[in-house]
């Protein structure tokens, strides 16, 4: 019995110290378990800040051929050639420590129009001195498509407001200078591309001009393509106002010549107007397509940063000129003989564009020089509501190519597969 009595004993021992063991092992277990959970969240998130990263570069990245691009979050700040340091990029417990993309399908020239790439993270987790080191990766699709040659703004720069700038990335320097309240659209995010756009406000004051001082780029008379997405506001309805316009003449000499071409909305009829002026006869020979538009116009902000602008679809404007010829598209599709589309001008050629661009606006007096910003310029026609990729070819798109810019431009990329 004793001997029982022993043996019990000694076995129920082991049990309660082994429960005891595993009693005292359940604080670990629950921080190995949180950490790992902190830690794929927020690889997760390296995933998503991987896509929106890239949208915005890819281009330069196939332009350049890149095969491999890295981004290290370590707390640098430079960039060489295809290699990025940045800032440290903690978020909770974790750190994205690295982003590393890897070209892995399609050829960057000839028609291919998908270019593969896989986006691999590195997220470093730590708590309670215990450290997870989590990698994934992700394959998407890049569409390539022909971008604006003569000027592009696609209003991706960061800026305050009256600062910004609207960069020209299409490799001419053709940067616009704003006027007034002007400024990117503060929420990342709200672009056609997915992140910024140029914010009208509705004090219809607000401007941007570039001059064609820097390599005369913007000077066209025969072939070209106009193109820009935007959100009118309603409160539009009934006045005039320009969303791009390149005057024919020096603005201080005869401000309402007909532009050597644009794209406005006329408050008056209703009608957006695709325009060209032409070079005989003066200037104030047009060719134009006008579209019904006040109906269609619904927008509106529901604040003075353009928050509610987010709520409506992007619309897409464009015009082609061919030696005489003027066609009109909207959202990506010609419009139809109905609106007198296309029109021709028998062989004639537009008014060759030699005094810049005004974008949401049409310029009627220059004043200052590019070292002031063109200060007390002054303006008409000011838009209200957001623009984004607003730019022009010097040739002439084809259907298919317009149909293509405007998907492409909305969609740059899908993602093929996420393995984390």
């Known amino acids: 019995m004793l001997i029982l009595v022993i043996l019990m004993s000694t076995i129920f021992a082991g049990i309660a110290m082994r429960a005891q063991n595993r009693a005292l092992e359940l604080p670990d277990v629950l921080r190995d378990d949180q950490i790992k959970r902190e830690t794929e969240n927020v690889s997760d998130y390296a995933l998503r800040y991987a896509i929106a990263y890239a949208i915005p570069r890819i281009r330069d990245w196939v332009r350049n051929e890149w095969q491999t691009v890295i981004v290290k979050f370590d707390g640098g700040s430079q960039e060489v050639g295809s290699t990025v340091i940045a800032p440290k990029f903690t978020v909770g417990k974790a750190t994205i420590d690295q982003i590393t993309f890897n070209h892995i399908g399609g050829t960057f020239t000839g028609n291919n129009r998908e270019i593969r790439f896989q986006a691999v993270s590195q997220v470093t987790g730590i708590l309670q001195g215990k450290t997870i080191i989590y990698p994934a990766e992700l394959a998407f699709n890049y569409f390539k498509g022909d971008t604006p040659n003569c000027f592009y703004y696609e209003m991706n720069q960061a800026q305050l407001e009256g600062q910004a700038d609207m960069n020209d990335t299409s490799g001419n320097g053709n940067n616009a200078y704003p006027f007034n309240g002007l400024h990117t659209f503060p929420t990342p995010g709200d672009g056609v591309a997915g992140w910024k756009c140029g914010f009208w406000h509705n004090d219809f004051n607000d401007a941007a001009y570039a001059p064609n001082s820097v390599n005369h780029t913007m000077e066209v008379d025969t072939t070209f393509t106009l193109v820009c997405f935007a959100k ?80 409506f679809p992007w619309e897409f404007f464009a015009l082609t000129f061919n030696k005489g010829t003027l066609k009109a598209y909207y959202n990506g599709l010609p419009l139809n003989a109905s609106y007198n589309n296309p029109i021709t001008g028998s062989g004639q050629s537009a008014s060759r564009s030699c005094f810049g661009v005004s974008v949401g606006s049409r310029i009627t007096r220059v004043n200052g020089t590019t070292g002031d910003g063109f200060a007390n310029s002054q303006f008409d026609m000011c838009f209200n509501g957001v623009l984004d990729q607003v730019g022009m070819f010097n040739r002439v798109l084809t259907d298919e190519e317009i149909w293509n810019f405007y998907n492409f431009t909305q969609m740059p990329t899908k993602v093929d597969y996420i393995r984390d």
Not at 239 to 252: D, E, G, T
Not at 266 to 285: R, W
């Open 232 to 311: 009118a506001d309603k409160n539009l309805k009934y006045r005039n106002a320009a969303l791009v316009w390149l005057p024919s003449v020096h603005p201080q000499t005869n401000p309402y010549a007909a532009p050597s071409t644009a794209i406005w909305y006329g408050g008056f009829d209703g009608m957006m107007h695709y325009t060209v002026g032409l070079n005989n006869n003066g200037p104030n020979n047009w060719l134009e397509v006008r579209f019904p538009y006040r109906d269609l116009m619904s927008a509106y902000s529901t604040g003075s940063s353009g928050q509610g602008y987010r709520n």
